[in-house]
């Protein structure tokens, strides 16, 4: 059996693996163009998605499973994987932790007007702020109260924040003071100083937040996305920051990735862009090899205990 990556996870990793796996060969590549060399003798591959397309699928006739690296499968050929019957599981949940550190790197940035005070460094100008608001007792909305949703309510707790979800049903979830139900969106928007969008791009979550729900908005809002760009309206979030709808953003995911020179959005003095980087750190590819391991395992045994099987219908 032939395992292929087109991602590097070290020679570490490739030598425990292929102690591990004796049976297994694997062969790592730093991208597709090199992992050619053996793409269409893969039986399983390995890959963070964005280098796979339908015409590639079709080739690769002896593909039966897809570990992707990333939790975000949108990039991927969804419907012709599902059409050749290939199994397809992700690295689900382990995202947690550099999120939740880059939202509240974000809000402890804002906290202090650090980016101003840093353009002030910058031209040896020493002027004071006495009206620089904590984050005591401030509220954080976040939508989706998973892995992710979850980790940032736990370190705003230990900020002294009100931590507001939401989820599909309102159900219950660790950390969160209080949870309301997606047709309650609107209302728990309107509670937060600070919103944040966590949930994994679907049919049902495609720009759920539009003009209703930035209007729900507190004006003095501080939004922040880590989810996927086409989440949110983007038009309508261009605007409602222009006409002061909501006071800033923090926005590290778009609707067209690279970001277009041409979008607005980068002049704007009242957002934060960062480049899709608040789920990577040094610790990515530690956290994913032991979910790639185990799904290893499963698929030599045949016995379906998967970490993270993408239920196709779900999308997720």
Request: aromatic fraction near 12%.
């Amino acid at each position: 059996m032939n395992l292929v990556t087109s991602l590097s996870f070290g020679e570490e990793h490739l030598k425990r693996l292929k102690n591990n796996f004796k049976s297994v060969n694997i062969y790592m590549y730093n991208n597709i163009e090199e992992a050619k060399e053996k793409l269409y003798d893969a039986d399983v591959f390995v890959t963070y998605g964005f280098d796979m397309t339908n015409k590639l699928i079709e080739k690769m006739e002896r593909l039966k499973w897809i570990q992707c690296f990333s939790t975000g499968i949108d990039v991927l050929p969804l419907d012709k994987i599902k059409e050749k019957g290939i199994l397809l599981t992700n690295v689900r949940g382990i995202h947690g932790i550099p999120i939740a550190e880059y939202v509240m790197a974000v809000i402890l940035n804002y906290r202090i007007e650090a980016f101003k005070f840093y353009e002030q460094q910058k031209n040896k100008i020493w002027k004071r702020k006495s009206d620089l608001e904590e984050v005591y007792n401030k509220a954080i909305t976040i939508i989706g109260t998973g892995t992710i949703g979850k980790e940032i309510a736990r370190k705003a707790k230990a900020f002294d924040m009100r931590t507001i979800g939401v989820n599909t049903n309102g159900r219950n979830v660790d950390y969160f003071d209080e949870i309301y139900s997606n047709s309650e969106l609107n209302y728990a928007l309107s509670k937060g100083d600070y919103i944040v969008q966590t949930v994994p791009l679907t049919k049902s979550t495609y720009k759920m937040l539009g003009k209703e729900q930035f209007e729900s908005m507190k004006a003095t809002a501080f939004f922040i996305n880590i989810a996927r760009g086409k989440t949110v309206d983007e038009k309508v979030l261009i605007e409602a920051l222009n006409n002061n709808i909501i006071k800033a953003a923090a926005i590290d995911v778009f609707e067209i990735e690279p970001l277009p020179k041409e979008s607005s959005l980068w002049a704007m003095e009242n957002v934060f862009i960062t480049p899709h980087i608040s789920g990577l750190s040094n610790m990515y590819i530690n956290r994913a090899i032991p979910i790639l391991e185990h799904n290893l395992k499963a698929y030599l045994q045949k016995c379906g205990k998967y970490i993270n099987m993408i239920d196709f219908n779900k999308k997720y």
